[in-house]
Nanobody
């Protein structure tokens, strides 16, 4: 399986970005999907997750991004997205997508990871 992120870049405070993660080599619609980020010099942290469409569960977010970020999935395109609005300098990080075979919610472990895309927010 392969996960490829795109959409990162250098933006200013208050700008928006939309990250994409294209998955291949697996049954995309069967997986839970999440975005994580790793700020410079810090550990990786959870950002948002979306479960399989049939579950009816709403996505979950870390408190720092609630109301600004939206995770979504398109099973027809084997892709998961992260719409990021009102970006702040503290959002600067490498953002990675990850897929988990459904079990616990939210997932405790993820089976597949992308390489990441850099997001830099200048003040």
């Amino acid at each position: 399986a392969q996960l490829v992120e795109s959409g990162g870049g250098l933006v200013q405070t208050g700008d928006s970005l939309r990250l994409s993660c294209a998955a291949s080599g697996l049954t995309f619609k069967s997986f839970d999907w999440a975005w994580f980020r790793q700020p410079p010099g810090k550990e990786r942290e959870f950002v948002a997750a979306v479960t399989v469409t049939s579950s009816g569960r709403t996505p979950i977010y870390t408190d720092a991004v609630k109301g600004r970020f939206t995770i979504s999935r398109d099973n027809a395109k084997n892709s998961v997205y992260l719409q990021m609005n009102n970006l702040k300098p503290e959002d600067t990080a490498v953002y990675s997508c990850a897929g988990a075979w459904p079990g616990n919610w939210p997932p405790l472990n993820y089976d597949y990871w992308g390489q990441g895309t850099q997001v830099t927010v200048s003040s």
